[in-house]
């Protein structure tokens, strides 16, 4: 699971790079070097993985993801959660945090992968076409939110960090998508929400939503 500074998932990248600042070093090719420093650098930064001052407000519905919500809207149907429900889609692009968080407390009631395309995230397509991995849970009144984690033009790999039983706190690292994606929130029809299509939010700390 990915904790602290940096994710552990971005090591074997950032190697990548110190390897190739060590070979230049040794070859005499000081070109070499430095793509080796720009990317250590580079992917030390997309990997990182910031604590989250975790809102307190009881009801309160955090983002699941860092970055702009493009979409804002209802779905009459989903495969996981029954009736009609809110969306909210957050685009995060290379420059976000990519790990995400529960938006809730609950229990983890469902966990699916799904093979899928790979557009650009911010389509409205992508939702369904694309590889996705959704997760259901479940809060103690019973309550269900649904968590899509979707990959994007360049996200190829889902890195999930919890599995099907798991009690997740809100705000609770559940899993992270490598190099820009999307994550959607399905809400219950009758929770309010917090935020407006255009707005960026941080993952375990901005509230996009409240239960009634």
């Known amino acids: 699971m990915g904790r602290g500074v940096i994710a552990t998932q971005g090591y074997p990248f950032i190697a990548a790079g110190v390897v190739l600042i060590f070979l230049g070093a040794i070859m005499g090719r000081p070109g070499l070097a430095v793509l080796g420093l720009l990317a250590a650098g580079f992917f030390a930064y997309f990997f ?8 307190a407000e009881p009801g309160a519905i955090v983002a699941p993801a860092d970055g702009k919500v493009v979409i804002l809207d209802e779905v009459a149907m989903t495969p996981f959660l029954q009736g009609p429900t809110r ?8 420059f976000d945090v990519h790990v995400n968080r529960a938006p ?28 996705q991995q959704a997760l259901v ?14 990959a ?17 706190a809100r705000g609770e690292r559940l899993g992270m998508i490598c190099f820009g994606s999307r994550v959607d929130l399905y809400l ?3 929770c309010r929400l917090a935020v407006k299509k255009g707005d960026r939010v941080k993952a375990g700390e901005s509230i996009v939503g409240r239960w009634p």
């Open 104 to 131: 809730v407390a609950g229990t983890v009631t469902g966990l699916q992968h799904r093979e899928g395309k790979f557009k650009a995230a911010f389509r409205q397509e992508a939702g369904w076409l694309n590889e």
């Open 188 to 190: 219950p029809r009758e």
């Open 137 to 150: 849970l479940e809060d103690e009144a019973g309550r269900q939110v649904l968590v899509v984690q979707i």
């Open 48 to 55: 990182r993985d910031p604590e989250r001052e975790i809102p």
């Open 152 to 168: 994007g033009l360049l996200a190829r790999r889902i890195v999930p960090f919890i599995k099907q039983g798991q009690r997740l």
């Open 87 to 94: 969306r909210v889609a957050v685009f995060m692009n290379v």
